[in-house]
């Protein structure tokens, strides 16, 4: 199947998606050319303008519509955006004096009452009917351009990249922190620092244990994810968010929804949802189609579920799962032009409500859809539903999911609702921008305190009782599909290497030698098997490859051992019968 158009909505290549909701064809989200180029240019207006002699008028910036020309006196404020605060100020003002001019200065603008008669030779214009307010076809609705910055750019231009042994946080970005950040920031300094000094660091992580009462993935290997100290550097510095952060926020969420009891809302774990892993006839796909039914049909009282998506691996979106009314509705906020392929997504989402509805699940009156293609109950996906949109180049959509997820799990009563009585203005989150970067803030807030208090801490609900050797991370990173490199300026290996293979061989396998194991340099491998012959060593492109031969080696040395044991004893027990027989 291939991926759908930005303007389509749901399978039908129609927008009855949406209006079957209840809700108005007009509320449809659909960008004019104007807003896109603003998109495009967002960066170069989230700060100021320049001050210039000329009137500088903004569409979308500004509701003044400009000035006609010889006419100074309709010169007004201009209302400008700052990404830290909202101010007036005048663009452009006329110049205090003027020089003598032959001509005589513009008559003063007449009040309403007394209209003024045209100039000599000039033709009166018929009065032209004005449209009604607010439905003007000649000025466009204002577009806000959204400016969700929040960390200042270094001098010198080039990204910012964390440093083993350093604060995440430089002395004069600590301003930036509150609540919980700095002590953790402070908790990741100090373990940094007794890695570095270790000759054989275990990988800089945080070990997070999913609970077994929240309906969350909890069997081998998804029982156990990892947080890396980089990718709380990349939640402090506003960057694209791991996938495990999401997951981690959203167990948090649906710990207090079960502790609160609202029985209309449910979080979804997103652990299979990433699209790498949806591949038809994979394992991991029978899997996910699995969960998803059985976490439908044991939230049968809930209207809504929510469940955080990677499309591409890369990207985060929010679905929002209606399973009464076969509705999945898609908040997006990347821009209409970016185009993303849901297909195994939506794939593993018509299959769940499939067996669902097979398995007992309960639909509202005409809430089944059948879909036109394969004739069979399945999702009405609405793609495009409409919400906040980030600018152009921004790589926060982890964010902007959060910020959703928070904001829907708070307004309880709004999502009891059935799709079609759901306010379209709530639903979208729409707020300023100095309230989305508050609420991103207290986003960074919330997950610093989740890592100290629920997973770092002892007596945490999310805390794993034991520290993981690096074997046994090395083994559940592999198993989750987990591929990532941490690429950081330290002076040991935070994670293993991606599982691409190279022609090189950089790591050594040793059978037989002075230290049978597992080494990175040639020169280390040649001493052990000094003076060994035979097949004694074998080389390997990557770590994983190495670790699992070396293990199967070991494994199959014990079968040896027990099969030698077992037939020395039945070589004994069988001589000791001899002789008492004979």
Request: aromatic share 8%.
């Amino acid at each position: 199947m291939a991926p759908l158009d930005g303007n389509d909505v749901d399978d039908d290549d129609d927008i009855d998606a949406y209006i079957n909701t209840g809700a108005c064809s007009q509320d449809m989200y659909m960008p004019p050319m104007d807003e896109q180029a603003f998109r495009t240019h967002g960066d170069q207006l989230s700060r100021p303008p320049t001050v210039t002699k000329q009137r500088l008028v903004f569409t979308g910036l500004s509701q003044d519509t400009p000035p006609e020309a010889g006419n100074p006196a309709q010169v007004k404020p201009a209302t400008v955006f700052s990404p830290n605060t909202l101010r007036k100020t005048i663009i452009g003002d006329p110049p205090k004096s003027t020089p003598a001019t032959s001509e005589a200065p513009p008559a003063p603008e007449a009040p309403p009452s007394a209209p003024q008669a045209p100039p000599v030779g000039q033709v009166k214009k018929g009065r032209k009917r004005g449209a009604k307010k607010g439905a003007s076809s000649s000025q466009p609705a204002p577009k806000r351009i959204r400016a969700d910055d929040m960390v200042p750019p270094t001098p010198d231009g080039l990204p910012r990249c964390h440093e083993a042994g350093k604060p995440i946080l430089p002395p004069d970005m600590e301003h930036l922190a509150s609540g919980q950040m700095l002590p953790l920031q402070h908790s990741i300094h100090y373990q940094e620092s007794v890695l570095l000094k270790e000759k054989d660091p275990n990988y800089p992580v945080f070990s997070v244990k999913v609970p077994s009462n929240q309906n969350f993935v909890n069997e081998d290997p998804a029982d156990i994810f990892f947080i890396a100290f980089e990718d709380v550097f990349n939640l402090f510095h506003s960057k694209r968010l791991d996938y495990n952060l999401v997951r981690l926020y959203a167990i948090n969420l649906q710990m207090k929804i079960n502790r609160e009891r609202p029985r209309h809302i449910a979080v979804a774990d997103p652990y299979y949802m990433r699209d790498s892993q949806l591949q038809d006839g994979s394992r991991t796909r029978t899997k996910a189609v699995r969960y998803l039914q059985n976490f439908m049909l044991m939230h049968k009282e809930s209207n809504t579920i929510l469940l955080p998506v990677f499309p591409e691996d890369k990207y985060c979106t929010l679905i929002i799962l209606d399973p009464k009314w076969s509705l999945a509705q898609y908040f997006d906020s990347s821009s209409t032009t970016t185009k993303k392929d849901y297909t195994r997504i939506r794939g593993v989402l018509d299959e769940a409500i499939l067996g669902y509805s097979k398995s007992g699940g309960t639909f509202d009156k005409n809430g089944q859809h059948i879909r036109p293609d394969t004739k069979k109950i399945g999702f009405k996906h609405v793609i495009n539903f409409p919400c906040i949109k980030q600018p152009a180049g921004s790589i926060k959509e982890a964010f902007y999911v959060l910020h959703h997820l928070k904001g829907f799990v708070e307004d309880a009563e709004m999502m009891s609702l059935p799709p079609s009585k759901r306010d379209p203005i709530k639903m979208s989150r729409e707020i300023s921008d100095d309230d989305l970067r508050e609420d991103f803030h207290r986003i960074q807030v919330k997950l610093s305190e989740i890592i100290l208090q629920d997973v770092s801490n002892g007596s945490g609900l999310l805390h794993v009782a034991r520290a993981l050797p690096k074997r046994d991370i090395e083994e559940r990173l592999h198993k989750q599909g987990d591929g990532r490199t941490w690429t950081t300026k330290d002076l040991y290996k935070p994670f293993p290497e991606p599982l691409k293979k190279t022609s090189q061989m950089t790591y050594y396998v040793v059978f037989e030698g002075r230290v049978p194991g597992v080494y990175e340099e040639w020169e280390e491998c040649k001493k052990q098997v000094h003076k060994f012959s035979g097949n004694c060593y074998k080389g390997y492109p990557t770590r994983h490859e190495a670790v699992a031969k070396w293990r199967a080696h070991q494994a199959n040395k014990s079968k040896m051992k027990t099969f030698l044991v077992l037939s020395l004893l039945l070589t004994i027990v069988a001589a000791v019968l001899y002789f008492i027989l004979v």
